[in-house]
């Protein structure tokens, strides 16, 4: 992965949240690190004689964000919050935006507490493709062990406070973050830290390249010349625009054989549900108006086996995967379209690579469940 870092445009930043800007906008220049809202970064600033955490704004992209992106938050609140032995969303929520300095700030980051926890003045967080496909490989904990034997490694639990809760108990007592290089959270993503802005961004670029290198030598994938069959797709009534994707990853992906199984094993990760949904429609040699009411059947089946008091989202599938064709996405706006077609198409990359590594192993149906009706989640969507 190429290091972006440009010491000409560094220098013009004249404060921390001048840097934090220009080295957000370096990793969203990076699909390959986040996509679409995706990732959090986040800088501690003294302002006032008041140690305040600037973190990344719920629904930004890091690609594109400024300084009116980042929300001001008192970093004694976040501390104390983490110590806190339960805190519901809403309470989390509300306490942050209350330790805000500036409440014209958007809402600060679901992960805010946890970049207040970890001691180092700048902290960047990725989905790294590579590090996620790793992770997301039947022995992806050996794996990821082995590539950092320096990250604190956390196995897989619900972002947001859970998270941060439960790396402030690993990191006590005689814990050394000095010793830390980084954090890589099962499934889910990759922290590193510094602080120095250029030595954080250089430990994340550096992390995800040995990642990258681990997969081209032991995941590298081939394909094939394939000829699409016809598909009528004007007969996928779904939603008002369609994005056709019938690139060679794409047609590759549609041509597995045993097709259904191999494309219903989740998402890469979690935050990316609130786009695909956990599986897509898959349609082989079935009729389209049977194989969507069978998708609608077994989603419904699925929301009422985890729901508790949550309101049903549309049934409707989000992609589809077509037999020998390729994959078409679906949305309300051509923007929503490509956006899934986006998401997906890193997905179907690290399914395929992550299979090479002896399986693709996704979070539980009932992890995915949480985090399609995660009211916080569901928020950046709006």
């Given at each position: 992965m190429k290091n972006l870092w440009d010491d000409n445009v560094a220098s013009k930043c004249k404060t921390d949240l001048d840097m934090r800007v220009y080295t957000s906008n370096l990793l969203g220049q990076s699909d390959e690190l986040v996509l679409h809202g995706g990732?959090?970064?986040?800088?501690?600033?003294?302002?006032e004689g008041e140690e305040i955490l600037y973190v990344k704004g719920s629904g930004w992209d890091l690609v594109s964000i400024k300084a009116e992106g980042f929300a001001p938050v008192k970093m004694a609140t976040l501390l104390e919050m983490a110590k806190m032995n339960k805190l519901s969303d809403t309470d989390m929520v509300q306490g942050q935006k209350a330790a805000m300095i500036d409440k014209t700030a958007p809402n600060p980051s679901v992960e805010a507490i946890l970049h207040a926890l970890i001691p180092f003045k700048v902290v960047d967080h990725t989905h790294a493709d590579a590090v996620v496909t790793i992770s997301n490989s039947k022995e992806g904990q050996e794996h990821i062990t082995?590539?950092?034997?320096d990250f604190l490694i956390i196995p897989y639990v619900m972002p947001g406070f859970i998270l941060a809760q439960?790396?402030?108990?690993?990191?006590?007592d005689d814990f050394d973050w000095d010793a830390c290089e980084g954090i890589i959270l099962h499934n889910h993503g990759i922290f590193t830290f510094d602080d120095d802005a250029q030595k954080s961004y250089t430990k994340m670029i550096d992390a995800v390249t040995m990642a990258e290198a681990f997969l081209d030598k032991n995941a590298a994938l081939m394909f094939d010349d394939i000829e699409p069959t016809t598909f009528h797709v004007d007969d996928l009534n779904i939603d008002t625009f369609m994005h056709i994707n019938q690139t060679p990853l794409a047609l590759h992906y549609a041509s597995q054989d045993d097709l259904r199984a191999k494309v219903t094993r989740g998402v890469l990760t979690p935050e990316h549900i609130i786009r695909t949904k956990r599986v897509p429609l898959v349609l082989e040699e079935s009729d389209i108006d049977d194989a969507l009411k069978h998708y609608k059947v077994d989603y419904e089946a699925y929301f009422n086996a985890y729901r508790t008091d949550e309101i049903m989202l549309d049934s409707n599938p989000?992609?589809?995967?077509?037999?020998?064709?390729?994959v078409v996405t679906f949305g309300k706006t051509q923007k929503e379209a490509d956006v899934i077609n986006d998401v997906v198409s890193h997905t179907m990359m690290a399914v395929l690579r992550a299979d090479k590594l002896g399986g693709y192993q996704s979070i539980s149906i009932a992890d995915s469940f949480a985090m399609e009706y995660w009211e916080l989640e569901q928020a950046k969507l709006k």
């Open positions: 990732g959090n970064t986040s800088v501690k600033s003294m302002v082995n590539l950092y034997p439960k790396i402030y108990e690993m990191t006590q989000k992609y589809a995967v077509i037999k020998d064709f390729g």
